[in-house]
């Protein structure tokens, strides 16, 4: 049986390729307003996988163009009523619904507060769109699984396109207009060999560092989501301030790597694990105690760090159902989650 999560994992290259078409006019709108804010930082607003793809964009700006940003916490409106001084900053607010009220909330809020507001939605009309600024329709098309899988891709990638513009350097917008093809690519990749050692797992770390992080956590994610596994994602640096003393022979680990400046420290971090007896496994060919996964060259550090999420998805979709899961309706979880 083909799941709607695996339909929807193989239309990730199609669905970001059409969005990149469909939304560039309100893509270079937003970036032009970006630019004409002269923002001193940027603020980002959104929940679980929505509030990854919004963690992988806060490491972009900062390292493609120097903007520090923070993830704001939804209560600070609904709960707390503040409306925060952000006269100074851009917003990027996300939800694959625009429909969860504290997400709209906030983004009003910042608004009132003197930010920018951009937010990047897959429906509309919808309440988010309707309370920002500038919206990108991320037009991944309807996503029925409840695990998000295409709209956290385009969520990703949409924000990357604004930052393409707005970077001195041409370099990502060019691997940008052949990222779909790179996404077919991944599709391709074989990583079945982790699933019998994932199997009886009861715990895994996610490893990353840099924009690899917001991978890690995306990761993490699903395993709990779809297959009912814990999973924790943690810094390659900082699994080992503690952390590391759960790791016992055997203990699965998954290191996500990058071609970037972080990709050795990463390796040698988790060839450290493997040392120890830990099923390690890393998207690096410079490991050396650790397992190899094969992903294919994004063209850009920025893009290699996203591309293995597709090739985890299709992984972590093959190990829900190995384990008798429909990974489509995990059992206390829906679609829209509506939080105040």
Not at 80 to 90: D, E, F, I, L, W
Not at 286 to 302: E, I, Q, Y
Request: proline share 6%; net charge negative; charged share 20%.
């Amino acid at each position: 049986m083909t799941t709607n999560m695996r339909r929807e994992i193989d239309e990730i290259p199609d669905v970001v390729e059409r969005m990149l078409v469909r939304s560039a006019d309100a893509i270079s709108i937003a970036a032009e307003a970006f630019r004409a804010a002269d923002p001193g930082y940027i603020v980002t607003v959104a929940r679980g996988s929505s509030d990854h793809a919004a963690h992988f964009l806060k490491i972009a700006c900062e390292i493609e163009l120097g903007l520090l940003g923070a993830s704001v916490g939804p209560s600070l409106s609904t709960l707390y009523g503040v409306t925060p001084k952000v006269s100074n900053a851009v917003s990027l607010s996300i939800s694959q619904s625009g429909q969860s009220p504290d997400i709209v909330a906030m983004t009003e809020a910042l608004q009132r507060g003197g930010a920018t507001t951009i937010a990047f939605v897959n429906t509309l009309p919808s309440p988010l769109a309707a309370s920002a600024d500038h919206v990108i329709d991320l037009s991944a098309g309807p996503e029925r699984s409840v695990a998000a899988t295409k709209s956290f891709v385009c969520s990703v990638v949409a924000g990357l396109a604004i930052i393409a513009r707005l970077s001195p350097s041409t370099a990502l917008t060019r691997a940008l207009d052949r990222f779909p093809d790179r996404l077919r690519e991944s599709l391709a990749c074989d990583w079945s060999g982790m699933e019998q050692v994932l199997q009886d797992a009861r715990s895994v770390f996610v490893l990353g560092r840099g924009p690899t992080l917001a991978i890690a956590n995306e990761v993490a994610l699903k395993f709990k989501e779809t297959c009912g596994v814990h999973a924790e994602a943690y810094s390659a640096a900082e699994v080992m301030h503690g952390p590391v003393e759960l790791v016992e022979p055997a203990f699965p680990v998954l290191a996500i790597a990058a071609l970037d400046r972080a990709e050795t420290s990463i390796v040698d971090s988790a060839d450290a694990l493997a040392a120890r007896g830990a099923s390690v496994f890393v998207t690096s060919a410079l490991c050396k105690n650790a397992r190899s996964l094969p992903v294919p060259d994004g063209g850009h550090p920025l893009l290699n760090a996203l591309l293995p999420i597709t090739p985890y998805y299709g992984m972590i979709e093959a190990l829900s159902r190995r384990l008798g899961r429909d990974p489509d309706r995990p059992e206390h979880l829906k679609k829209v989650t509506e939080t105040l």
